[in-house]
């Protein structure tokens, strides 16, 4: 088997478990459902292995001039846990966020000179990044 199909069974096999876990009761005894995560947490190393493949860099590279990039914690990946989220660094706030709200001013009023103002930033801590691109329209021809 080829790493490619490798990873497109392991990524199918989450997915049904996924669904299933979602429909309601998972599992009808321990030892279905023992067997159903040794085969997750396999399925999911295999997965983990290929996000940290080629593409992801090291969050300190990232550019800090608002450009939205795709960004990863790995820091949990032991764990079987990745968290990844479109990002990008907001000065204001000194961190990266993939939110936040803005405030706008009443006609006449100002924060600091400004009309609007950013609060409640949902702040995100990746440890890689990779750049974000929007996939190509298909064409309708």
């Known amino acids: 088997m080829t790493p490619d199909e490798e990873l497109a069974g392991a990524v199918e096999r989450l997915k049904a478990v996924a669904t299933v876990i979602a429909s309601g009761p998972a599992f ?29 860099r090291d969050i300190e590279s990232a550019p800090k001039d608002g450009t939205r990039i795709v960004g990863a914690d790995f820091s949990e990946v032991r764990r079987g846990k ?27 009023y100002t924060i600091d000179g400004q ?17 974000f691109s929007l996939p190509k329209a298909p064409s309708h021809d």
Do not use: N, Y
């Open 28 to 56: 009808d005894s321990d030892r279905v459902r023992i067997v159903t995560l040794r085969q997750c947490s396999s399925d999911l190393r295999t997965v983990l292995s290929a996000l940290q493949g080629e593409g992801w």
């Open 115 to 131: 009309a609007t103002k950013l609060h409640s930033p949902e702040v995100f801590h990746p440890t890689h990044w990779m750049a």
């Open 82 to 108: 990745v968290e990844l989220k479109l990002i990008w660094w907001q000065p204001e706030f000194a961190a990266w966020i993939s939110g936040a709200r803005q405030m706008v001013m009443a006609d006449g």
